[in-house]
């Protein structure tokens, strides 16, 4: 396997120093997906929602790299994706409540988050779809000469759909800036990895693109920003995209209507053993008090509280909403 | 409008004027580039704008639609190229999934200022998954508008308004035709998407029909009216917009309509435009409304088969009169 990069920090070596601002959008992530649980249970959000308890040290960790020029797409399950890239949480709660002060003024839902002033330039309800999107934006910033880069979120399952191939392959022949990310949650919906997939390493798919493949431990956040920093440097320097394999767990089912009985016993306490705040806040206890992690932990729960309050308060779209945006 | 050139070589034309008025449109597909385009259509853009604006891909039709949206969505003015409009199946998700509701999905945060080009249609001996009118599988996904050109000025300006236009315009450029001569509109007023052509007038009938079956249908009109018949040639040169106002009014004189298409009726643009029609107009009809279309078959190869299967002159000619004496 081609590992040409390796993380040159991990949360072994003690906390990064920003890890107060890390250690907070990891809690506003997992307590606004904790909060989607509960509308749900109220019957406050429609449709289906897909939620990343267990995964916001990849989506964290990658976008503390990024600038807000710098494009994001995401998947279905890409809420934190959306929140870690910068989009305030009102207009994601307004979103998923089909309200007009969502993000999308309530026409994209759960599964549509974008905020293209921040650079959340979309969340695809399909699966493996947003990779060639995110290589037509790696290749206008090429095309325009800046150094802006275009990251991608997507999951174990979108390595064995066509559009990662095709997406891949194309932006390793025009080595374009695009760092493409793997959330490796052992789970393609309710089919574990080794059901699916012949290789148990994703990341060596990189190989037949010629390009690095990198894996990571996806709950150590401080591990996954050093990866994608290097693999961002890359990017801006003109020297191609970069596959991250970032492993991780889904700590949840697939959507709302799955209880996830197919996991076998102990697996679940395995990784909530190894959940990527705990091991954040283990780490931080070597420079913060606990004192100080609580003022985190409600300074963050304070956020998620008022933005729901407040995304409460929005109205829903007026009706002439409906025939606008078809068209520009 | 001096300049004679035939409906292959006014596409590259078109392609460079508005490569030169606008350095954001690039080109994106299939052995564009150096070689020029499989039918030869993108033939000396690589020469003039290099490898930078004429991008060659792979054969990987997702990478190139998704490769467009992104770009546009990012501040480009994409052009790709699906060689054959059957292709369009392969990035199927791109086009109906993406592109087409990226704008609305995200409530006007999206632009997507990107053109489709593809070579469609049948004639030419190119058997069932090269022979296609896939213009009709798109009509029922709202955010995507569509030009089927039929004459030479046409593609130059249809092709012009597409690149310049900020949404999705799939733009298909009938194999069929590419040997058909016209002049070069370069001092023309810009054309808007939506604005049929009214090819002939006549008051005894009025057909509509596009591309290929737009000009057997003028063929047709023109021996009907040895035989006293007058007939109306509308060419809607988009279906979506689609000019349902020139119809309409050429009703008004008619009173008999009849849709000549390259297709099977199920889901085609025809069936579509004489429902509207008959919903809103019912009173104007003196007859009931005539689809002429393709057997429910896919396109043969042999060309005796083919030419059964397509609809003729003399079938455009038989069933106008027929419509006429109703």
């Known amino acids: 396997m081609t590992i040409s990069m390796e993380a040159t920090a991990s949360l072994d070596q003690g906390p990064p120093d920003d890890a107060v601002d890390l250690l907070a959008m990891m809690l506003r992530i997992r307590m606004f997906e904790d909060k989607v649980m509960d509308l749900f249970s109220q019957n406050l959000v429609r449709g289906s929602t897909h939620l990343c308890q267990g995964q916001e040290a990849v989506t964290v960790g990658v976008c503390s790299t990024l600038r807000p020029v710098d494009t994001m797409t995401c998947t279905y399950r890409g809420h934190g994706a959306v929140i870690a890239k910068g989009a305030a949480l009102d207009a994601c709660f307004g979103e998923l409540l089909g309200r007009v002060g969502g993000l999308c003024r309530g026409k994209g839902g759960s599964m549509h988050f974008a905020d293209f002033s921040v650079g959340a330039i979309g969340s695809n309800a399909i699966v493996g779809a947003h990779l060639p999107i995110t290589v037509g934006a790696a290749l206008a910033s090429s095309y325009v000469g800046d150094d802006r880069v275009a990251v991608s979120f997507f999951g174990d399952g979108a390595t064995n759909i066509g559009a990662f191939h095709e997406a891949l392959n194309l932006a390793a022949i025009w080595k374009l800036p695009a760092v493409f990310v793997i959330e490796n949650n052992q789970y393609g919906e309710y089919s574990p990895l080794r059901a699916t997939t012949p290789i148990d390493r994703l990341a060596r798919r990189a190989d037949s693109y010629g390009i690095p493949g990198v894996l990571v431990d996806g709950n150590d956040v401080a591990a996954v920003r050093s990866v994608a920093q290097s693999a961002v440097q890359r990017a801006r320097a003109g020297d191609g995209p970069t596959l991250i394999e970032a492993d991780t767990y889904r700590q949840v089912g697939h959507s709302r209507s799955d209880p996830a009985t197919y996991r076998p016993a102990g697996e679940l306490d395995r990784w909530l053993a190894k959940d990527p705040i705990l091991l954040l806040e283990q780490s931080m206890l070597a420079r913060w008090s606990e004192a100080d992690l609580d003022a985190v932990r409600q300074a963050a729960q304070h956020d998620v509280d008022v933005a729901l309050e407040t995304a409460l308060a929005m109205p829903e779209p007026p009706l002439d909403e409906l025939a606008k945006d078809v068209w520009a | ?326």
């Open chain 2, 1 to 326: 409008m001096s300049d004679e050139i035939n409906y292959r070589k006014v596409i590259a034309v078109a392609l460079a004027d508005a490569m030169r008025e606008d350095d954001s449109v690039l080109l994106l597909g299939e052995d564009v580039g150096a070689a020029g385009g499989a039918f030869k259509t993108t033939a000396g853009l690589f020469e003039e704008f290099g490898a930078r604006r004429v991008r060659d891909t792979p054969i990987s039709e997702q990478a190139i639609v998704g490769a467009a949206i992104g770009s546009a969505l990012c501040g480009l003015r994409p052009v790709a190229e699906i060689m054959f409009a059957d292709f369009a199946g392969v990035c199927f998700d791109q086009i109906a999934n993406q592109l087409a509701k990226y704008r609305y999905m995200t409530a006007g945060q999206a632009h997507l200022p990107v053109t489709i080009r593809m070579a469609n249609g049948a004639g030419a001996g190119f058997a069932a998954q090269h022979s296609q009118a896939a213009e009709n599988w798109f009509l029922s996904i709202p955010g995507l508008k569509i030009a089927v050109p039929a004459t030479v000025p046409d593609l130059y300006l249809l092709l012009r308004a597409a690149i310049r236009d900020n949404d999705p315009v799939l733009v298909f450029e009938h194999k069929n035709l590419f040997a058909l001569k016209g002049p070069i509109p370069r001092d023309a007023e810009p054309l808007r998407l939506g604005v049929a052509d009214v090819v002939r007038r006549g008051s005894d009938v009025t057909i509509v029909a596009t591309q290929q079956m737009r000009h057997r249908s003028v063929e047709a009109a023109e021996l009907l009216a040895q035989d006293g018949i007058e007939v109306t040639v509308i060419d809607p040169r988009t279906l979506i917009p689609f000019d349902d106002e020139a119809v309409r009014a050429s009703l008004e004189q008619t009173a008999r309509l009849m849709v000549v298409q390259e297709t099977v009726q199920a889901g085609s643009w025809g069936a579509s435009l004489i429902a509207r029609m008959v919903q809103h107009h019912f009173e104007l009809f003196d007859a009931p409304p005539m689809l002429i279309s393709t057997p429910d078959t896919p396109a043969p190869y042999a060309a005796s088969l083919e030419r059964e299967w397509l609809p003729s002159v003399d079938d455009i000619r038989i069933s106008a009169r027929d419509l006429v004496n109703w």
